[in-house]
């Protein structure tokens, strides 16, 4: 299965949102089961990864518009997107992934990096003119 079996908005949005399988997972966890409120210990048992990274995790994704965030007396996140696109670029998403999986996270992990690209660029040596 290729990246031409994605549509486009998936791929948009996983270029935009995404930085990992793991935040992948996490989102589509929250998107399923949209109206529980997962705390980090519930995502750390739910998918595995270790109650540090289900915080990143869940941080990020919350950053980026995806998650709602209350705090009682811990912290509680919940699938809500910030805008009806969002939304509905989830949905997409969540189709691809049921359907073509290995395409999804093919292109996942085949897209070019731009954050690594310019961490990379600020190493290298320049000769001053």
């Known amino acids: 299965m290729a990246s031409e079996d994605i549509p486009e908005e998936v791929k948009r949005f996983m270029t935009e949102y995404l930085d990992s ?16 409120e997962w705390s980090i210990e519930d995502t750390d048992r739910e998918l595995q990864i270790g109650p540090q990274l289900a915080a990143t995790l869940l941080s990020a994704l919350h950053a980026r518009g995806l998650l709602s965030l209350r705090e009682s007396p811990g912290l509680l996140y919940r ?51």
């Open 79 to 129: 699938y809500s997107p910030s805008s009806v696109e969002l939304d509905n670029a989830v949905s997409a998403l969540a189709t691809a992934y049921k359907e073509r999986r290995v395409s999804v996270i093919s292109f996942l992990f085949s897209r070019p990096f731009e954050k690594v690209r310019i961490f990379a660029d600020a190493f290298r040596f320049r000769r001053d003119k």
């Open 21 to 36: 399988l793991f935040q992948l997972e996490t989102l589509l966890l929250l998107y399923r089961r949209r109206e529980t």
